[in-house]
């Protein structure tokens, strides 16, 4: 099992005495007497409204007129209410209670560009664009409860416009600065958002993406949109609709006396859509106070996120990361460095030159980053002074042992901490975290996130010893979780808490292991059963990386007469193949060898890149799909949908020698 041999064979990360008694959790710990993470854990799934109240207090999170009950279950575990009758907003805590103190002057926002060019926002500065914004939006009719969408690639304004909106009590729906007209009209549509915030081009890998004309195509189908507020980034013309179109505002206008719209505190201020296996995405719904809790729990009290840190954490506003960033990071008072465009491009390094040249304190990378650093060597490593950085945070997918002990080694030196972080947008952020107060392993969740009563069950929702694959569960409602789906109750239902009655099913393979580490296994719908004995994905897929001959690799089922399901394998080569039939039959023994003859994949295709959503997950269905002859689903979060042209016209080899024909 990978979880037991990482053990046995890797590093580990233990924090010192003096740096765990100096972080947050700690201060959180000494201040209401508890004596260690695992002391918490339990208190905080045992005696909820006790937690979430210690929690709100100890982060200083404001209400204009406070709740009376932070927790009510009445409607049942899948409905809960939280900080009823309190009142509050977003820019309440993110901004407006950092006036008049030390943080007002610091700086709110470093950006970068993928030309070089630079800016610096303060938190007085970035409040000066909220509030110019916020007045446009109340000028052009947006009112609380509105939807409306930020389509913008990662700059100070994107910041800003989502602040804005919550402002003004409206609900803010990022949407990925990648997307075509179709994904963008589909979710206008069905969010019925009045109004847009774009630019005119985004750029990313030296290419301009015209972003305002694809949202003027989107935008043919979508009459509800009222007002489109435009970013000029050129001087190419992009104001389409003399009725619709309003410039962004300019700096140099001043919006004075711009009040904060004080809301309810269950009252939604994102609306963030999540891709569905088929049919359409599903719309989760965040609250003022839900969001608030949820960053301060996950990036405050685990991650270690303090107002003198600076975050370097790569994304998209149609991530749930990209909110994250923004929110947590202004929570806290602490500096978000954004940069637009790959952390790959224009060089390889661009990543580390961002932490050198800004000094990041805190990282967050995905694995797949990693291995693709291990082709060119720790050397990739060099010149850059990283000196600054005290925490390295990973979310995505799951490690392979040879990446994470790779990365400990050559960026984390041995001393700095992988804080391993999963969840999902639906929960708003981590099920599953590391923090500098648990011991970490290879691949590991330090533990589970106090509060949320997280599990590894099996189908009947019984909980399985250490060392067994089950479903990731969650036994508590959590703050940060999705108020349901949007217009959507049933299938919000249906998709997390019908599989086990009482639960909520993630939709993730968990196990624990003897020291209290967690793992994950991949997605439970990507589980193969072979013969009648059950893997998951990322188990086989380490095994073939482990032979060093991939950059990468996803493993599937696909339909077989003798066995019901096979494995087939969809590979990134390390090195440019000669015979790739005889690179099948050393990868197929290697799998063999590992998990027995039963599991030796029939099927491999060799491809220049596996197919990953915008947050680096890698999408087994297509492949499966595409061998298979299934139907794709919705390929709406997909990134790079070149590649499914790739799987179709590539030959599917057999280890044996033989090629079939290629793929359907």
Same mark, same amino acid.
């Given at each position: 099992m990978v979880a037991s041999d990482a053990i046995q064979?890797?590093?580990?990360?233990?924090?010192?005495?003096?740096?765990?008694?100096?972080?947050?959790?700690?201060?959180?710990?000494r201040q209401h007497g508890i004596a260690d993470l695992q002391g918490l854990i339990a208190r905080a799934d045992t005696?909820?409204?006790?937690?979430?109240?210690?929690?709100?207090?100890?982060?200083?999170?404001?209400?204009?007129?406070?709740?009376?009950k932070v927790l009510d279950i009445s409607d049942g575990i899948e409905w809960p209410v939280w900080c009823q009758g309190g009142r509050t907003n977003v820019v309440l805590n993110c901004l407006d209670k950092h006036k008049g103190t030390p943080v007002w002057t610091r700086p709110a926002v470093i950006y970068e560009g993928e030309d070089g060019s630079r800016r610096t926002l303060s938190y007085a500065e970035l409040d000066a664009e909220v509030c110019r914004l916020a007045a446009l939006l109340r000028a052009r009719n947006v009112k609380v409860g509105d939807v409306v969408a930020i389509y913008l690639p990662m700059v100070p304004e994107a910041a800003a416009a989502f602040l804005a909106i919550a402002k003004i009590g409206a609900i803010a729906m990022p949407l990925f600065s990648g997307f075509g007209p179709q994904p963008i009209a589909e979710r206008l549509a069905d969010a019925d958002a009045c109004a847009v915030l774009t630019a005119d081009v985004g750029y990313r890998r030296g290419k301009a993406i015209p972003m305002k004309e694809t949202l003027d195509r989107a935008l043919v189908s979508s009459p509800g949109v009222h007002t489109v507020i435009v970013l000029a980034r050129t001087e190419m013309q992009s104001i389409t609709s003399a009725t619709r179109d309003v410039p962004w505002p300019a700096g140099s206008e001043t919006a004075d006396n711009v009040p904060t719209e004080i809301v309810d505190a269950e009252a939604p201020v994102m609306l963030m859509y999540s891709s569905g296996t088929t049919g359409?995405?599903?719309?989760?719904?965040?609250?003022?106070?839900?969001?608030?809790?949820?960053?301060?729990?996950?990036?405050?009290?685990?991650?270690?996120?303090?107002?003198?840190?600076?975050? +370097?954490?790569? #994304?998209?506003?149609?991530?749930?990361v990209g909110p994250k960033v923004v929110v947590s990071a202004t929570l806290l008072g602490a500096t978000m460095i954004l940069a637009e465009g790959a952390p790959d491009w224009p060089r390889q390094t661009r990543l580390w030159q961002l932490a050198h040249d800004h000094k990041a304190t805190i990282i967050g990378i995905v694995p797949t980053m990693v291995r693709q650093m291990m082709r060119h060597g720790p050397q990739i490593l060099d010149g850059f002074?990283?000196?600054?950085?005290?925490?390295?945070?990973?979310?995505?997918?799951?490690?392979?042992?040879?990446?994470?002990?790779?990365?400990?080694?050559?960026?984390?030196?041995?001393?700095?901490?992988?804080?391993?972080?999963?969840?999902?947008?639906?929960?708003?952020?981590?099920?599953?975290?590391?923090?500098?107060?648990?011991?970490?392993?290879?691949?590991?969740f330090g533990h589970a996130v106090p509060g949320c009563g997280a599990d590894v069950v099996d189908a009947e929702g019984r909980s399985l010893p250490p060392g067994e694959i089950g479903e990731l569960v969650m036994r508590r409602p959590s703050i940060g979780m999705?108020?349901?789906?949007?217009?959507?109750?049933?299938?919000?239902?249906?998709?997390?808490?019908?599989?086990?009655?009482?639960?909520?099913?993630?939709?993730?393979?968990? #196990?624990?292991?003897?020291?209290?580490?967690?793992?994950?296994?991949?997605?439970?719908?990507?589980?193969?059963?072979i013969s009648g004995k059950r893997i998951g994905p990322a188990e086989i897929e380490t095994a073939l990386m482990t032979t060093g001959l991939l950059a990468d690799a996803a493993v599937v089922s696909v339909p077989d007469p003798i066995t019901g399901s096979a494995l087939a394998c969809a590979c990134v080569p390390a090195a440019k193949v000669g015979?790739?039939?005889?690179?099948?039959?050393? +990868?197929?023994?290697?799998?063999?060898?590992?998990?027995?003859?039963?599991?030796?994949?029939?099927?491999?295709?060799?491809?220049?890149?596996?197919?990953?959503?915008?947050?680096?997950?890698?999408?087994?269905?297509?492949?499966?799909?595409?061998?298979?002859?299934?139907?794709l689903g919705d390929l709406s979060s997909l990134a790079n949908p070149e590649t499914i042209d790739a799987l179709r016209q590539e030959s599917v080899v057999t280890p044996a020698g033989g090629c079939a024909s290629p793929a359907a």
């Open positions: 064979k890797g590093p580990h990360w233990e924090p010192s005495p003096d740096v765990a008694r100096r972080t947050t959790i700690a201060a959180f710990l005696e909820p409204d006790w937690y979430w109240n210690a929690l709100l207090q100890f982060f200083d999170i404001r209400f204009t007129q406070p709740y009376t359409k995405p599903k719309g989760t719904v965040h609250t003022h106070c839900g969001i608030l809790a949820k960053n301060a729990l996950d990036v405050g009290l685990c991650i270690d996120l303090k107002a003198d840190d600076r975050l +370097l954490w790569m #994304s998209d506003m149609g991530w749930i002074d990283l000196s600054a950085l005290r925490t390295t945070i990973s979310i995505g997918e799951p490690w392979t042992p040879d990446a994470w002990i790779w990365f400990f080694e050559h960026v984390c030196k041995r001393k700095l901490p992988i804080l391993n972080y999963a969840g999902g947008t639906e929960c708003g952020g981590a099920i599953l975290i590391s923090s500098y107060l648990s011991p970490l392993r290879p691949c590991s999705t108020r349901g789906l949007w217009r959507a109750p049933e299938r919000y239902i249906e998709s997390y808490w019908k599989v086990i009655p009482g639960m909520w099913v993630q939709g993730d393979l968990a #196990s624990r292991d003897r020291y209290g580490a967690w793992y994950l296994h991949g997605r439970s719908d990507d589980t193969i059963k015979d790739s039939a005889a690179l099948a039959s050393r +990868l197929a023994s290697a799998v063999g060898d590992s998990f027995g003859a039963s599991f030796r994949p029939k099927q491999f295709i060799f491809v220049p890149e596996l197919p990953r959503t915008r947050n680096q997950k890698v999408m087994r269905r297509v492949i499966r799909g595409v061998l298979s002859g299934a139907p």
